[in-house]
Nanobody, 125 residues
């Protein structure tokens, strides 16, 4: 049973940067894809970025070129560096692990098995 814990959210002005961390424990981590999602009030949870064990990545169009996802398997950690933040990036950010997929990328929320509790990111204009 894997557990994921996010940290690093907060309040930042538009144009600023934040870094989020996701640490996994209690299960295998290294071969499975990990994703970052976000959910704004009244809206559905959407994929921001995902990374597989080889470091291959996918970014949503909304964040491509501004956000960077990286992982360090020896510490079971995935990071999301967010630059040039805009008010529309305001949301609760979640990391998630797809424990049923090895070596690939996973793009949709229902295919992820384990979720963190979320961390709030607020970008002021």
């Amino acid at each position: 049973q894997a557990q994921l814990v996010e940290s690093g959210g907060g309040l930042v002005q538009a144009g600023g940067s934040l870094g989020l961390s996701c640490v996994a424990s209690g299960g295998t981590f290294g071969v499975h894809p990990v994703g970052w999602f976000r959910q704004a009030p009244g809206k559905e949870r959407k994929l921001v970025a995902t990374i597989n064990n080889n470091g291959n990545t996918y970014y949503s169009a909304a964040v491509k070129g501004r956000f960077t996802i990286t992982r360090y398997n020896f510490t079971n950690t995935v990071y999301l560096q967010m630059d040039t933040l805009q008010p529309e990036d305001t949301a609760v950010y979640y990391c998630a692990l797809d424990a049923r997929t090895d070596y690939g990328l996973t793009y949709v929320a229902p295919e992820y098995d384990y979720w963190g509790q979320g961390t709030q990111v607020t970008v002021s204009s």
